[in-house]
Each structure stands twice: as structure tokens, then as C-alpha cells.
């Protein structure tokens, strides 16, 4: 369960906070663009600097863990890929080597999961709009990306085991450059396991699906492939809920 220890009144200030605190937690529901810059803040570099850009916030993409990124070197292939690469080489944190550059940004993204294999685009990855305080330049990402090997029709690269695999039945991809198959119609890629899995309950899908769309008021979940839902409880220090002040938990049933 995840805690917020925020107090205030429960009115229509605090249905705006719990509006905010949702989006926070919700797979890509903005169209979000890629680009790497160099130390002069000149986009097409490669090796450089990580930029988002959604037309509201430009800035840098931190993760404040070795795992916040780089799953199976998941997120790093598919920020490559939307960067116009194919496979990443190379990512670290910037670390005590920052550039000026850096500060000029505000932190755009944080806790990037694209899955262990990848994904075909952002908008198929879980991620933050970070917090204050989440994030330092110290924990800004730095790509070095490179064209991968092509792969025959029907089959997909699979940067786990490095090498070209063929898709699962009933699926199908041009291959090329491919890190996924497309799946039928009620049915989606799974990254980690590399095949095609049916969306659960009453979740749908479009044929080449990353992930499945669900019913109002639920949100899809990248690492269980599951519908979910956030409650919001105010308790008090014992843990006692009902409150009109204290402490703010968030439950998805899950985390």
C-alpha cells in the first residue's frame, strides 16, 4: 500500500489532489516524444542526453535506480526506438559527470517500465510524472543507441537472448527491425514472455496490441497484464480510517 503523508481537509480542494495523485500512477496517457541531445542542448546526438517532450513539458527522464531503467534493458530499446534507433547500447545515469545543459530541463518522466523485452512504443509503458523531490540531474538518463540486426518476416528480435525468434502462432510481424508481434484482436503482446496473451475480464484490444483497454475507471497494468483500481482512504496515526484529516493511502489491491 502506498502511504502519502499529506494532510488536509476532505472538500474540493482534496478532489483535485486525488484527480492529480491518479494520473500519476497511469500508463502512457500522453503522447509523449523522444529525443537525445548533446552537452549544447542540440537534439540528434548519439550517445546524449535523454529529453521528453509532451508540448506542455519538455525535460529529462531520471531513474532513481539501476532497476527503475533498465529491466532487461526494456525501457532503454524502446526509448531508442522512439528516438528513431533500433536497439540501445548503452545507458547509465549521469552521476557526478552532469552537464550545465541539464539544469536548464525540469524533470519530465521518472520510474520508467517498458517490460523486460520492450515495447514497440511509449504509449504501451508505465511511468511517473515525478514529484518534487523524487529526482536529481545526477539521475538523468544518458543513451547511446545503435541500428539492431534485421529479422526475417514473422519473427521478432528478442534482446534477451540476443537473437532473432520466431513469433508465436497467430501472430505475425514484418520483421526488420521488430521487437514484438502483433497479436490478434482481444489479445496482447506480453514483452516478458515474450507472446501473445488474451486480455483479461472485460478488457479489450485492437489487433498488434501492447496492451488491452479497460472499462471505465479501471487502468491497465503493465507487470501483471490485470485491470485496476485506485481507493483512496484518509487515517488517522493508529491506522484507523474515516478521517477528515491524517494520513492519505492509496490501494490498488495490489501495491
Known amino acids: 500500500t502506498l502511504l502519502y503523508t499529506i494532510k488536509f ?3 474540493f480542494m482534496s478532489s483535485l489532489f486525488l484527480l492529480a495523485l491518479l494520473c500519476l500512477f497511469t500508463p502512457g496517457s500522453s503522447f509523449w516524444k523522444f529525443y537525445i541531445v548533446d552537452k549544447d542542448g542540440n537534439p540528434g546526438a548519439n550517445p546524449g542526453l535523454l529529453i521528453a517532450d509532451n508540448g506542455r513539458v519538455r525535460g529529462t527522464v531520471c531513474a532513481v535506480s539501476d532497476d527503475d531503467f533498465a529491466i532487461g534493458k526494456g525501457s532503454g530499446i524502446t526509448m531508442c526506438r522512439e528516438a528513431g534507433y533500433n536497439y540501445v547500447w548503452q545507458w547509465s545515469r549521469a552521476g557526478n559527470n ?3 545543459i541539464q ?9 520508467m517500465d517498458c517490460g523486460r523485452g520492450g515495447q514497440s512504443s511509449f504509449q504501451s509503458c508505465e511511468y511517473y510524472q515525478p514529484l518534487p523531490g523524487d529526482c536529481t540531474h545526477a539521475d538523468d538518463i544518458l543513451l547511446s543507441c545503435e541500428v539492431g540486426p534485421r529479422c526475417p ?3 521478432f528480435y528478442n534482446n534477451q537472448l540476443e537473437a532473432c525468434q520466431a513469433c508465436p502462432p497467430g501472430a505475425s510481424s514484418q520483421g526488420n527491425y521488430s521487437v514484438a508481434c502483433e497479436c490478434q484482436a482481444m489479445h496482447y503482446w506480453n514483452s516478458d514472455l515474450h507472446t501473445c496473451m488474451a ?3 472485460n ?3 485492437q489487433p498488434g496490441a501492447t496492451a488491452c483497454v479497460c472499462p471505465q475507471g479501471l487502468y ?3 507487470d501483471s497484464g490485470m485491470c485496476l ?3 483512496f482512504t484518509l487515517v488517522d496515526r493508529y491506522g484507523n480510517p474515516g478521517m477528515r484529516s491524517g494520513l492519505l493511502v492509496a490501494d490498488n489491491g495490489r501495491a
Open 9 to 11: 481537509e476532505v472538500g
Open 203 to 205: 478488457s479489450t484490444s
Open 103 to 111: 539544469h536548464t530541463f525540469p524533470f519530465a518522466l521518472s520510474h
Open 229 to 231: 483500481k485506485w481507493s
Open 220 to 222: 491497465w497494468e503493465l
Open 153 to 155: 518476416a514473422d519473427h
Open 199 to 201: 486480455c483479461p475480464g
Open 98 to 100: 552532469t552537464w550545465p
